[in-house]
Structure formats: C-alpha cells, structure tokens
C-alpha cells in the first residue's frame, strides 16, 4: 500500500495594498510608500499582488477610500479570493469595522501589521513585553469588532446584555494586563539602568538609522561579533551591545531597532526605554543606505524619530552605506549612468550636507578603515577630555 503524503506547508497569504493621494504627497511618493508597505508584508510572511491608490483630500472618515474605490477592492478581493487588505495608514475602530463589513476578509492597517512583524521577531524579556503592551494598546479601542458576531446570531436582542458584559470583561482584562506589563517593563529598566550605570566609564557609540540600511552588518564589522542581519525590514529588535577595542582604546557599541516611516505611536512610546541606548550615547554613528532612491527621506524621518527622542544634538557621523550599489540616476534622472568613485563622493552634496560624513559599502569592506579612523578620533577626543590623565596608550 503507497504511503500518502500531506503537504504541510503553511499556504502564503495573498494581499492588495491601499493608500490614498493627499494634496502634499505625490504620486512617486505614494507608489515608494507602498512599495515599503509591500515589504512589510514580505517581511510578515505575506504575497502582495495589486496596489491600489485614490486621490483625496484626506482618507474618507467612514471608509478611508472612497465608495466607489471600496467596491472596486471588493469585486477584486472576491475574484482573486484574496486573504488579507493592507491600509497604508492606521484605521480608526469604526473605518476598520465598515471596511470589513464591506470587503468580509481580514484587514490590517499599517500600524497592527508592523505590530504583527515585531511580535515575531521580538526575543528578549523587554522586547517581549513592550510589544505586547504596543498590541493591547492598539486593540483596546477596537473592542467591540470582535464581539459583531452576536448581532448576526437569532434572538439578537436577549443577546445584547452578555455581548456588553463580555466586553467590559475583556477591556478590564486588558487593562489589568496593560498595568503588569507596564510595571514588569519598568522594573527591567531599573535593571538596565543598573548594568549601563556600571559602563559608564567607557564611551559609548549607538548605531541608527532607517530599518533594513545595514547596521547590523556594520556592528559585525566593527565589533567582528555575530549580530543577526537578513535583508528583512526589523531584522533587529532587541538592542545588542558589544565593547569594541580600536588600537588599545575600548568603547561601547550598540545596534539599535530601525526607524520607519509612520512608526505606530505605541510602538514608539513602548520602545523608548530600548532607544535609552541612543539618549545616553556619547557618538551616534547615523547609518544610510545611499542606495535606496528615497534615502534623502529616510535621513528625514530618523532625524524626527531623533528629535523626538531627545538626541538630535549629538555628535553625530553620517555613514553612507551601500555605495557599491549607488545609482545616480535614481537621483539624477536624465543623467548618463555611471558608477562614482570614492572621491566623487567625498565631493558630492551628501558629503557638504552631512559633515562629518563616512561612505563605505560594509558588505564589501570597501574605506572600512577610514571609517575606523574617524570613530577612532572621536572617542579618543571623548575619552580625553572625560578622562585627561589615563595612560592609555592613543
């Protein structure tokens, strides 16, 4: 008798991207939007298919797109039985209940699907904790859509009572479970308050930047420790901290959860105490992939989530990464094609505009060790100056 076989594999959940066109965003920004939605939903483990964009002079406030649009998703989603609808935006609670009345299959905003990423790759005890506090803080507004099954059941009125009293249950449960994590959380910051405190002698130097821009590669480089890098969006959540020796002077590097356009705000409001790394940095190493076409906006958005922080002021080296594969003319479109050198970078406007500035391509090990050399430089004018009687040898 032939042995059956079943085929295990987890089916790969196909997806359609939403956004919508406002009157100060333009199309080519909108289509890189969705194009970083897009690997969102790689990242997650989904299939994106279509795209599908409508002008507006702000999201509709009962469907985010328009009625016409929506039906149009709709008639898509049901002939090319589609599993999931990605919006490019955080819904509110009644757009994600009409939307999912209309379309009847699972949606997700930006938001929850960048919390969906995060709990999967979270690790550590904190990450853990802080993203599952970021998810009950998202789904506690949104309560009520997962009770909408009782209004469809027979005798919806006699109903009614235990549907509400079931929802105050669960938004109490929430609350309590809210309350531990964030006492749990504060409790291991006073831990790692604790364990920084007692590094406080050495120089500490953070890595930031966009997600997916190479600092986890650039930590391997540096610190020569085996720090987990893919070409994934968030390949890193939990900050990883290595002591580097740079000729016979030791300091503090870490590698830092990447920024992102958009970042849901809970996700931001839980992961400060994670970011504490970069608040209490001495030297923030800015990381950029000069390759991306929109890095410009990247180096934008980093600076804000910076700013927000509390940490735009430091010294700062901007590191342009990827300059092995730097194409000018997604910045000069027209341009003739041609791969620039070294020195034509150090001569370029990234250069002028982000001084001190760094272009090296980790991947290759291409100008590493002048990039060496100048953190090498800054730390010891750090050190100097914290410490002017050591006898370390610079």
């Known amino acids: 008798m032939r042995q059956k076989f079943y085929d295990t594999a987890v089916k790969q959940e196909k997806a359609v991207l939403v956004g919508v066109i406002t009157p100060n965003e333009t199309e080519e920004q909108e289509k890189e939007y969705l194009e970083e939605l897009e690997f969102l939903v790689e990242t997650a483990g989904g299939l994106t298919v279509k795209h599908f964009t409508q002008k507006m002079q702000r999201p509709d406030r009962a469907t985010f797109v328009g009625t016409g649009k929506l039906e149009e998703i709709r008639d898509y989603v049901k002939s090319e039985e589609i599993?999931?609808?990605?919006?490019?935006?955080?819904?509110?609670?009644?757009?994600?209940?009409?939307?999912?009345?209309?379309?009847?299959?699972?949606?997700l905003d930006r938001s929850n699907l960048i919390l969906d990423i995060f709990a999967g790759r979270a690790q550590t005890a904190q990450a853990k904790a802080q993203v599952e506090l970021a998810q009950l803080q998202y789904l506690l507004p949104r309560l009520t859509r997962l009770w909408t099954h009782l209004e469809r059941q027979k005798g919806g009125i006699g109903m009614r009572g235990p549907g509400e009293s079931q929802i105050e249950t669960d938004r109490r449960l929430i609350l309590n479970k809210i309350s531990l994590l964030k006492e749990k959380l504060k409790q291991i910051d006073r831990q790692n308050e604790t364990q920084r405190k007692n590094r406080h002698q050495l120089v500490r130097v953070a890595l930031v930047g966009y997600t997916n821009v190479g600092k986890s590669t650039i930590m391997n480089m540096i610190s020569k420790s085996e720090v987990f890098a893919e070409n994934k969006l968030f390949a890193t959540l939990d900050t990883t901290v290595r002591k580097v020796v740079i000729e016979n002077l030791p300091f503090l590097l870490s590698d830092t959860?990447?920024?992102?356009?958009?970042?849901?705000?809970?996700?931001?409001?839980?992961?400060?105490?994670?970011?504490?790394?970069?608040?209490?940095?001495?030297?923030?190493?800015?990381?950029?992939?000069?390759?991306?076409?929109?890095?410009?906006?990247?180096?934008?958005?980093?600076?804000?989530?910076?700013?927000?922080?509390?940490?735009i002021d430091k010294q700062m080296i901007t590191v342009f990464n990827k300059i092995d594969a730097y194409n000018p003319i997604h910045h000069h479109p027209g341009e003739e094609a041609h791969q620039m050198s070294l020195e034509d970078f150090k001569q370029s406007w990234m250069a002028k505009n982000n001084s001190p500035a760094?272009?090296?391509?980790?991947?290759?090990?291409?100008?590493v060790d002048e990039f060496r050399k100048l953190l090498y430089d800054k730390v010891v004018a750090i050190h100097t100056h914290r410490y002017p009687y050591d006898k370390l040898l610079y």
């Open 257 to 311: 959860v990447g920024f992102i356009r958009k970042l849901p705000h809970h996700l931001v409001e839980c992961f400060k105490s994670t970011l504490d790394e970069v608040r209490e940095a001495d030297i923030l190493v800015h990381v950029v992939d000069v390759s991306h076409p929109n890095f410009e906006d990247q180096i934008r958005t980093v600076n804000e989530t910076l700013k927000d922080l509390g940490a």
């Open 83 to 107: 599993d999931i609808v990605v919006f490019d935006d955080e819904l509110s609670p009644s757009q994600l209940r009409n939307i999912e009345n209309e379309l009847q299959v699972k949606i």
């Open 358 to 367: 760094i272009f090296i391509s980790a991947l290759k090990k291409e100008n």
